[in-house]
């Protein structure tokens, strides 16, 4: 399953021109908390709707940092103490287990709250809906702090296509709200 989010933020990546490799880690932590706040909201506010946009929100930033960061599969939870370790090698193990940190708490969530079973169709509806972002030229539209001023800089606009997700169809066909 995260295999496939990570390869559809990877093409988001490749449509948006996002490159790999030279992440942002500002803008990256502007968003998540952007979605996180919104998730804090709508946790208060018991709407499930806005609760299960704001989690797919943050597992798909969570996926993007993964993609950015070309992070694999490979090694993560070979968590290393041993004493005869070096501190480069412990570093790295740690790193190894906490780079899913981030994908995980959301994963959480989404068991938490009773989505996990329709994630893959919920992630789907939103990168449909992410990908309408894209102008009538197929370009992306992003934010240079003059077009919206009161957005982070390199945040992804919304073009004339965008469409917003049908997170609460979704759940309706499903029977998570009535």
């Known amino acids: 399953m995260i295999k496939s989010f990570i390869n559809k933020v990877a ?7 996002i490159k ?6 500002e803008l990256r932590y502007k968003l998540f908390k952007e979605e996180l706040d919104e998730y804090i909201k709508a946790r208060k506010e018991n709407d499930i709707v806005e609760i299960s946009d704001a989690v797919v929100d943050m597992l798909f930033i969570a996926c993007g ?5 070309r992070w694999s599969f490979e090694g ?5 103490t041993s004493a005869d370790d070096t501190i480069d090698k412990r570093l790295n193990s740690i790193n190894e287990s ?12 989404s068991m938490r709250h009773g989505i996990y079973d329709i994630l ?12 309408s972002k894209l102008d009538k030229d197929g370009n ?32 309706r066909k499903h029977g998570k709200i009535n």
């Open 11 to 17: 093409q988001f990546h490749d449509a948006f021109g």
């Open 20 to 25: 790999r490799g030279n992440v942002d880690a």
């Open 65 to 69: 940092t993964v993609d950015l960061h």
């Open 76 to 80: 993560c939870g070979n968590f290393s």
């Open 98 to 109: 906490l780079k899913w940190l981030m994908v995980d708490s959301v994963l959480m969530l």
């Open 120 to 131: 893959p169709e919920l992630f789907d509806e939103v990168f449909r809906s992410t990908m």
């Open 140 to 171: 992306p539209i992003i934010n240079d702090g003059v077009i919206r001023p009161d957005l982070p800089v390199g945040k992804i606009l919304k073009s004339e296509n965008y469409f917003k997700p049908d997170i609460e169809g979704i759940l």
